[in-house]
C-alpha cells in the first residue's frame, strides 16, 4: 500500500489503530473534561458545604499534581511497563474522583482533586509516549488533530455536560461521569497497550526530590498570580530557581525525568521544548482574562462571552485537522515557525479589538491565535520524536503534555501579576480595564515572539536523518 493511501484518516479507524486510537483519545478526553469540570461544578457544591475561598484551588491542585504526574509518566513506564502503568494511574484517578464526589468538606475535594490531577497526569503523558509507539510517523499528525478535536468538544461540551448533571443530578454526578470512562479506558489499555517496550528497565530509582521541586515551584507560580505585584515577583523567581535547579539536577542523575539535551538550545528538542513552553506561557494570559474582560467592558453574558473564548478552540481543531495531510519536510518547518508568529498576531489584534470596542476584530484574532496552535502543535511534537533517539522518545513525549500545563500555569501567573501590577483588580471604568489589559497581551506577544525565535532555530538544527528514524520509518 502506498504512503499516500496509508496516510489517510479513515486509517486510524481501520482494526490495526482503532483501539489504540481510542486508549489514546480516552486519555486525553479525561484530561480535557476535568480541566473544565472544577469551575462548573464547585461552585453548587460551595452553596452545599462552604469553602468558597478554597474554590480556585481545586482547579490549581489538579493541574499542580498533574504536572508531577507527567514529570515522572517516562520513568514510571521504564518500571512498570505502559500497561501497568496506565492501568494504576487510572486507578489513582478514579480514587480521586471518588473521594471528591463523596466530599463532605471542600478541604476533601481538595484531597480528591489532587489525587485525580496525579493520576491523570501520568495518564495522558504516557498516552503521549505511546504514540510514536504504536503509531507509524504518517499517522502521528492525525492523531494530534484528533486530540486537538477532543479538545475542542471538550471546551463546547465539557462546560455543557458538567452543568446539566450538576442541574438535573447533582455536582458530584458531574464527577462521577469520569469514573466508566476511566474504567473503559483501563480495560481497553489491558487488552491491547504492550506490558513492556523495548529499552524498559525495572531498576529505575524513585526521583523523589526533583518531583518535589518541581511541584514546590508550580505552587510558587500558583501562588505568584494570587499575591501582590511584588511578593509575586519574588515567588515567580524562587519557582524559576527551583525549575533550572531541576534541569541541572536532571541532567546529571542516572535516571532522569526529562531528555538529556531538555531546554538547551543546541538540539531540535531543547528548541521544541521551548516552543512547547512559550506557545503556552503566551496563550495562557488571554485565556484567562478574556472571558472576564468581555463581560466587564459589554455587558455580555456567560454563555456569548465563553462562545467568543471557544472560537479559539475550534480554529485550533479545524486547523490541526486541515495541515494533517502535509508530507513535505520543508511546509512542515514552515508549519512550525508560522504557528507562533500567528499566536503573537492574534493576541494582538485581540488587543486592538478590545481597545476599539470591536467584537469582530476580537473574534478575528482568537481565530488567528487558535489556526496558530492547530498549524504547529502537530508538526512540532512530530519533529521532535524524530529527532529523539530510540532511548529518549518516552521522556520526550511524555514531557510535552507536561511542559504545555506547565507554560499554562506560569502564563496564568505571569499574566496576573501584570494585570494586578496595572490596576486591573481595582477598576471599575471601561478605560480603566483597557488600560490594565494592555500589558497582560503585550507580555503574550512578547513570548510569542520568543516562542517564533525558537521555532526558527529548531527548523534549521532538523537534519534530513531525523526523518529516517526507526519511528519516522513507521
Avoid at 498570580?225 to 542516572?254: I, Y
Avoid at 467568543?308 to 494533517?324: C, F, N, R
Amino acid at each position: 500500500m502506498s504512503d499516500t493511501v496509508e496516510g489517510r484518516w479513515a486509517e486510524i479507524f481501520t482494526p490495526r489503530y482503532a483501539t489504540v486510537t481510542l486508549i489514546v483519545c480516552l486519555g486525553v478526553a479525561l484530561l480535557a473534561f476535568n480541566a473544565f469540570l472544577s469551575t462548573i461544578s464547585l461552585p453548587t457544591a460551595v452553596r452545599e458545604m462552604g469553602g468558597v475561598a478554597l474554590i480556585s484551588w481545586a482547579l490549581t491542585l489538579f493541574l499542580v499534581f498533574a504536572i508531577v504526574g507527567g514529570s515522572g509518566a517516562a520513568l514510571l513506564k521504564q518500571r512498570l511497563g505502559a500497561r501497568t502503568a496506565l492501568v494504576l494511574s487510572a486507578g489513582v484517578f478514579i480514587a480521586g474522583t471518588l473521594i471528591a464526589a463523596s466530599a463532605s468538606s471542600m478541604e476533601q475535594v481538595l484531597v480528591g482533586r489532587a489525587v485525580q490531577g496525579l493520576g491523570e497526569g501520568v495518564v495522558s503523558a504516557i498516552c503521549f509516549a505511546l504514540i510514536p509507539e504504536l503509531f507509524p510517523s504518517r499517522l502521528v499528525p492525525k492523531v494530534f488533530g484528533l486530540n486537538a478535536m477532543i479538545w475542542a468538544v471538550a471546551a463546547f461540551g465539557g462546560p455543557a455536560a458538567a452543568g446539566l448533571l450538576t442541574e438535573l443530578v447533582s455536582w458530584r454526578a458531574a464527577f462521577l461521569v469520569s469514573v466508566p470512562i476511566a474504567l473503559i479506558f483501563a480495560a481497553m489499555v489491558v487488552v491491547k497497550v504492550p506490558a513492556h517496550s523495548p529499552g524498559d528497565r525495572q531498576d529505575v530509582r524513585f526521583p523523589g526530590l526533583r518531583l518535589l521541586m518541581i511541584g514546590v515551584a508550580i505552587m510558587l507560580v500558583a501562588l505568584a498570580g494570587l499575591a501582590a505585584p511584588l511578593s509575586a515577583k519574588g515567588l515567580l523567581v524562587a519557582a524559576g530557581l527551583l525549575l533550572v535547579g531541576t534541569v541541572w539536577l536532571d541532567g546529571r542523575s542516572r535516571d532522569r525525568l526529562m531528555p538529556s539535551d531538555a531546554f538547551r538550545p543546541v538540539s531540535v528538542v531543547g528548541t521544541g521544548i521551548w516552543m512547547v513552553l512559550l506557545i503556552n506561557v503566551a496563550g495562557a494570559g488571554s485565556a484567562v482574562y478574556l472571558v472576564l474582560v468581555v463581560q466587564q467592558m459589554w455587558g455580555m453574558g456567560p454563555t456569548a462571552a465563553g462562545a467568543i473564548a471557544a472560537v479559539l478552540a475550534v480554529a485550533w481543531s479545524a486547523s490541526a485537522i486541515a495541515v494533517a495531510n502535509v508530507r513535505s519536510k520543508e511546509t512542515r518547518k514552515t508549519l512550525i515557525r508560522l504557528g507562533p508568529a500567528m499566536i503573537g498576531t492574534g493576541l494582538m489584534l485581540v488587543l486592538i479589538g478590545l481597545q476599539l470596542d470591536q467584537v469582530a476584530i476580537v473574534v478575528a484574532g482568537q481565530l488567528i491565535i487558535g489556526s496558530g496552535f492547530g498549524t504547529c502543535n502537530g508538526y512540532l511534537n512530530l519533529t521532535m520524536m524524530e529527532a529523539a533517539s530510540d532511548a529518549e522518545r518516552d521522556r520526550t513525549s511524555a514531557l510535552m503534555p507536561t511542559t504545555q500545563s506547565a507554560g499554562n500555569a506560569i502564563g496564568a501567573a505571569l499574566a496576573g501579576v501584570a494585570a494586578n501590577s496595572a490596576g486591573l483588580a481595582t477598576a471599575v471604568s471601561s478605560a480603566d480595564i483597557k488600560f490594565a489589559i494592555v500589558p497582560v497581551y503585550v507580555l503574550g506577544a512578547a513570548m510569542a515572539a520568543l516562542a517564533f525565535a525558537s521555532a526558527w532555530r529548531m527548523v534549521q538544527l532538523v537534519r534530513p536523518q531525523d526523518a529516517n528514524s526507526s519511528f519516522a520509518a513507521g
